[in-house]
T-cell receptor, first 114, second 113 residues
Framework: GENVEQHPSTLSVQEGDSAVIKCTYS??????FPWYKQELGKGPQLIID?????GEKKDQRIAVTLNKTAKHFSLHITETQPEDSAVYFC?????????????FGKGTTLSVSS | DTAVSQTPKYLVTQMGNDKSIKCEQN?????MYWYKQDSKKFLKIMFS???????INETVPNRFSPKSPDKAHLNLHINSLELGDSAVYFC????????????FGEGSRLTVL
């Protein structure tokens, strides 16, 4: 089955700096790679996703890149703000294949200090 | 309107007891899931139902029994609770089965004493 590794487990940055979180996946058939943000006491919420037919996607301060050959994908947050502090999860799945589910990495706790 | 709602939000109980967590989604989604988040924040899939049919059943002790009375509801019943069952249990739904975008509930924190 799919295995997703995520690094680093904790990341501390100053406000305004960039933050990068990296993930690798094991199943070359995976084709969907979302990123979730979990704030304290809340459920994870999708912030951006990318499919395997795309190499990069951007949404304001957030971008995701995918390298299918190397089986890794990354989340980039620019101009970080204190409200970006949260736990971030990467995930992978074979989207639209019955009987599959998102498999998550172990999470990265991002702390942005002002 | 809450999209995916779970009750109760907090549950404290003694070892050996039986407890249930309820989940409802009003998104019209076909697929619902239970994920377990341990103390290290690791999110692990437990079960998935598509239109009331069980489609994913990960390696979970048979003390855990999911039930889906209709496609908008997925409940989790746990028998003979153990200390290791302490965790946050998240219900989620997706429009279709098969690894698409998940919408999570707020979680149910279970503490077994």
């Amino acid at each position: 089955g799919e295995n997703v590794e995520q690094h680093p487990s904790t990341l501390s940055v100053q406000e305004g700096d960039s933050a990068v979180i990296k993930c690798t996946y094991s199943d070359s058939a995976s084709n969907y790679f979302p990123w979730y943000k979990q704030e304290l006491g809340k459920g994870p919420q999708l912030i951006i996703d990318i499919r395997s037919n795309v190499g990069e996607k951007k949404d304001q301060r957030i971008a995701v890149t995918l390298n299918k050959t190397a089986k890794h994908f990354s989340l980039h947050i620019t101009e970080t703000q204190p409200e970006d502090s949260a736990v971030y999860f990467c995930a992978a799945s074979k989207r639209d294949q019955a009987g599959t589910a998102l498999i998550f990495g172990k999470g990265t706790t991002l702390s942005v200090s002002s | 309107d809450t999209a995916v709602s779970q009750t109760p939000k907090y549950l404290v109980t003694q070892m050996g007891n039986d407890k249930s967590i309820k989940c409802e989604q009003n998104l019209g989604h076909d697929t619902m899931y239970w994920y377990k988040q341990d103390s290290k924040k690791f999110l692990k899939i437990m079960f998935s139902y598509n239109n009331k049919e069980l489609i994913i059943n990960e390696t979970v002790p048979n003390r855990f029994s999911p039930k889906s009375p209709d496609k908008a509801h997925l409940n989790l019943h746990i028998n003979s609770l153990e200390l290791g069952d302490s965790a946050v249990y998240f219900c989620a739904s997706s429009k279709t089965g098969g690894g698409g975008e998940l919408f999570f509930g707020e979680g149910s924190r279970l503490t077994v004493l």
